[in-house]
């Protein structure tokens, strides 16, 4: 298993918490494949998230009416460490907010596009 499956499903695990909260969040609350995956494991009825490959990751989108963006990998690092996506909007208070480190970061981003 790569370090980005890994990172991916909770089996290496990272620290994370809610903006706002202050507070760490256990393990099983920070994998990625729970709302992410295919077949996420749905934490509560508001957890909605996109499914995260290459195509979603990737293809330049609009967001809100905003500008064309998609991810590379320091945007999607950004993303995870503070909320802020590649057109600069905030994200959901939900989505954790990872301590992830840049090799962390790059191994989960070249598992989820395939690079």
Known sequence: ????????????????????????????????????????????????????????????????NGPLSHYDEKTFCTLLRTGVDPALIQIQRIMPRYEIDDAQCAALFAYLTGR
């Open 1 to 64: 298993m790569q370090r980005g499956e890994r990172l991916f499903s909770g089996t290496e695990s990272l620290s994370a918490q809610i903006q706002g909260q202050g507070m760490p969040l256990p393990g099983e609350a920070t994998r990625c494949e729970n709302c992410h995956s295919d077949a996420p494991v749905r934490i509560s009825f508001e957890t909605a998230a996109p499914v995260l490959d290459a195509q979603a990751l990737l293809t330049k989108r609009s967001r809100r």
